[in-house]
């Protein structure tokens, strides 16, 4: 079974700073694949970042890298300069390839303070 | 906009009940899947397929049933409607079942 843990229920940063928000995983299936989304306050689920169990290199996509620690299976979401507007809940998310649904965190709130 | 397109926005039904969810997925996905956000629970999966088959069921109600039609649209009928069931539900399609998935908006459904 797959298990996503987010440990920080909310965060609150200082605009233009940067931010890291924690996931750890469990699974025993070696191939699997990492996803950050974020919801707005408006409800839609927005893909940020995916990460492959195989990918020797870090993604990143903008603003927004995935530190991946396979040996500690944790999947950190890090924004850089943050924004008003990344203010929103965050979900990290997995799935393994033989079973493609997703399986979600239960969120870290972050709010950004000008 | 990602482009996947979710009717209605919002439906707002009395218990008993029996309500129609639609979504369009994006041009060329064959994959689309279904989840039920509500702050109990959190994001649950319910249920997939691919190119007009079911591929995989999760947390679903025998009450709640779904198809892919042809045109690879899809529709998520929940019957006999209880309070329990408001919440956000989220279709998200994906251009093959490995792929990242992205989401359509949501049906806020209020059963009252």
């Known amino acids: 079974a797959q298990k996503i843990t987010q440990t920080q229920p909310g965060m609150f940063v200082q605009e233009k700073e940067a931010v890291t928000l924690d996931c750890t995983y469990d699974?025993?299936?070696?191939?699997?694949?990492l996803f950050w989304y974020k919801q707005p306050s408006s409800g839609e689920m927005i893909f940020l970042i995916y990460q492959g169990s195989y990918d020797q290199q870090n993604a990143t996509e903008g603003r927004y890298s995935l530190n991946f620690q396979k040996a500690r299976k944790s999947a950190n979401l890090v924004i850089s300069a943050s924004q008003l507007g990344d203010s929103a809940m965050y979900f990290c998310?997995?799935?393994?390839?033989?079973?493609?649904?997703?399986?979600f965190g239960t969120g870290t709130r972050l709010t950004i303070i000008p | 906009d990602s482009g996947v397109t979710q009717t209605p926005k919002h439906l707002i039904t009395a218990t008993g009940q029996r309500v129609t969810l639609r979504c369009s997925p994006r041009?060329?996905?064959?994959?689309v899947y279904w989840y039920q956000q509500s702050l109990d629970q959190g994001l649950q999966f319910l249920i997939q397929?691919?190119?007009?088959?079911?591929?995989a069921k999760g947390n679903i109600l025998e009450r709640f049933s779904a198809q892919q039609f042809p045109d690879l649209h899809s529709e998520l009928n929940l019957s006999s409607l209880e309070l329990g069931d408001s919440a956000l539900y989220f279709c998200?399609?994906?251009?093959?079942?490995?792929?990242?998935?992205?989401f359509g908006q949501g049906t806020r459904l209020t059963v009252v």
């Open positions: 699974t025993s299936d070696p191939s699997y694949g």
């Open positions: 998200a399609s994906s251009v093959e079942a490995r792929a990242e998935a992205f």
């Open positions: 041009s060329g996905d064959l994959s």
């Open positions: 998310a997995m799935s393994n390839f033989g079973n493609e649904k997703l399986t």
């Open positions: 397929y691919y190119n007009g088959e079911e591929r």
